[in-house]
Nanobody
Framework: QVQLVESGGGLVQPGASLRLSCATSGSVFGVNVMGWYRQAPGKERELVAQITGDGRTNYADSVKGRFAISRDNTKNTVYLQMNSLKPEDTAVYYC???????????????????WGQGTLVTVSS
């Protein structure tokens, strides 16, 4: 069973920084795209940032220039560095990963996916 374990959330003041981490546990053949999503109270879950295995990134317009996603492929871990945080960044942040469970699934291009349990980020003065 593949699990994603997040850490790094908390309460910060506007303008502060936080770094989220998400580690993959369990046996996988290879991790493909990893990303961060967030869900604010009363709103739908939205994409924050994604990163491919070769380092290509994609960001939501609302976080461009403030957030940076990165990954360590040797640890199957993804990070989200959040700078210049705003109250509207307050949300539960979820890690997501697409991965190949086995060599066979990689050959067949059969991707699986997993979500983390979520970590709360609160930006408030």
């Amino acid at each position: 069973q593949v699990q994603l374990v997040e850490s790094g959330g908390g309460l910060v003041q506007p303008g502060a920084s936080l770094r989220l981490s998400c580690a993959t546990s369990g046996s996988v053949f290879g991790v493909n795209v990893m990303g961060w999503y967030r869900q604010a109270p009363g709103k739908e879950r939205e994409l924050v940032a994604q990163i491919t295995g070769d380092g290509r990134t994609n960001y939501a317009d609302s976080v461009k220039g403030r957030f940076a996603i990165s990954r360590d492929n040797t640890k199957n871990t993804v990070y989200l560095q959040m700078n210049s945080l705003k109250p509207e960044d307050t949300a539960v942040y979820y890690c997501h990963a697409n991965f190949y469970r086995t060599e066979y699934s990689h050959y067949e291009r059969e991707l699986s996916d997993a979500w983390g349990q979520g970590t709360l980020v609160t930006v408030s003065s």
